[in-house]
Nanobody, 118 residues
Framework: QVQLVESGGGLVQTGGSLRLSCAAS????????MGWFRQAPGKEREFVAV????????YYADSVKGRFTISRDNAKNTVYLQMNSLKPEDTAVYYC???????????WGQGTQVTVSS
């Protein structure tokens, strides 16, 4: 099974920045498509960003496009989410997601809290 551990969340002011990290277990990290999702209290989990295995193809939700950047370092088994120009609407628990090649199920981390104050 794939194990994911997120870190880097915290409390920031509007306009601030954070970089989230997600460390993955296993020796086949390069075969995983990786993504970030977020969930605010009382709301459904929503897509934020995804990066392909090669790291050369990314896709973002409209709400974060131009502000967030997803990247990966396969040598470190880690995916990142650089978040700039943060807004209170970005407040949520952020979850790392892995989709291994040839596996039907997705894997999720425990989440890391991001809170943006007004």
């Amino acid at each position: 099974q794939v194990q994911l551990v997120e870190s880097g969340g915290g409390l920031v002011q509007t306009g601030g920045s954070l970089r989230l990290s997600c460390a993955a277990s296993g020796r086949t990290f390069s075969s995983y498509a990786m993504g970030w999702f977020r969930q605010a209290p009382g709301k459904e989990r929503e897509f934020v960003a995804v990066i392909r295995r090669s790291g050369g193809s990314t896709y973002y939700a409209d709400s974060v496009k131009g502000r967030f950047t997803i990247s990966r370092d396969n040598a470190k088994n880690t995916v990142y989410l650089q978040m700039n120009s943060l807004k209170p609407e970005d407040t949520a628990v952020y979850y790392c997601n892995a989709k291994p090649l040839g596996v039907a199920d997705d894997y999720w981390g425990q989440g890391t809290q991001v809170t943006v104050s007004s």
